[in-house]
């Protein structure tokens, strides 16, 4: 194995583009090298990107935020800002293993180790994050539902590395939450995971929402029709029970040690309801 | 022997070595360097007895790799004494029998070292919650967690 540490984006990507045999990019290695001592991968090549010029920062920005793909989880609940314009997704970020993963791990591996039950990502998609991506042809901005295709797959093509998260200036009277259910207080990986993101109106009604669920798909799913079912309500006890049904009608789960198909889907619902109503508490007190 | 040849400074001491592209940070303390404070337990992230310190942030020793080590400053379980002396979070172990095996306990005393710096003042859930990525299979935590409140109070200057 080699490991190569650049000091420029297009040194990284031209390092993981021509490499014959398998590259990876690591920015805190704490999926990466789990996975390379379990014996699940062999790589030839590992690209340390944690050198490269500015990936290691959160940057405001007049459109909102910037997060780096080498800034580690804990750096972002220490972002005082972010943390006030984007509370569920610091906290799902924040629920990522114990203080000692939290200095190493990013949301961008997060994402890319594409768990399905991976924390931080129910909560960028409800946020509804982009991803910019850089690779040997250039930078494209996409949706952040749209990298992880399936367990441990992305739709990253050769050579390509997240380079940084994005996420919106929030408008006013907006909120968000992410939950997840494990069986431990801590240290756990979610048996289910929901994250909610809404903005209201002045009126207090909820004027448009994202609702995602972690852990019971091989994706992370976005539920457009559990967002309709509170669109334009106040949150009353009708709007939630059409968003937990539009939930576990969702669901797509496995059955594992960790949890029943049953379970899951009406944990789904369940945390999906206690989100919106910390995202909905959130949004009014703004 | 060739390898990948990186300075750093541990314990305030510049350290020169070569490792291979695979090695964790782990196998450099301890193989290389002979630091064998921190421990392998799991070796995946999971008991935090390799926990140490690097640019001020708390890692498990074993998920970062020795070539990463460029340039930084990491502290171990060996630096934690002043010489003779013991930190008070080490005095406050041995009095309180916080350990009994004793593998987890340089992990656990750079988690609480890094927690009392970051939080002087922390209650017993935030010491619980702050050190959940350590874990003991001998004590039951309860005296760790009463050693962790008791060197606070002590370093406070209560």
Redesign the interface.
Known sequence: ???A?PGTLEEAVRLLADTRGSAFAMA???DL??R???GNVEPDL?V?I?AIAGLGEIKQTGDGFLIGAAV?C?AMGEAAALKTAWPGVVEAASLI?????Q??CTIAGNLCNASPAADSVPALVAAAAKVVVAGPKGRRTIAVEDVPVGPGKTSLARGEIVEAILLDKRPQRSGDAYLRFIPRS??DIAVVGAGVSLTLDANGRIESARVALGAVAPTVLLVTEAAKAIVGTKLDAAALEALAGACSAACRPIDDKRGTVEFRKQVAGVLAKRAAGIAYERAGAK | MSGIAVSTTINGDAVEFLCQAEETLLDVLRDRLGLTGAKEGCGTGDCGACSVIVDGRLVCACLVLGAEAEGSSIETIEGMADGDKLHPLQEKFLEHAALQCGVCTPGFLMAAKDLLTRNPDPTEEEIRFGLAGNLCRCTGYDKIVRAVQDAARVMKGA
């Open positions: 194995m080699l490991y540490r805190g290695g704490s090298l789990v390379m001592k379990g590992v340390d944690k580690p804990v293993g114990s203080r000692q993963i200095g190493r801590e240290m």
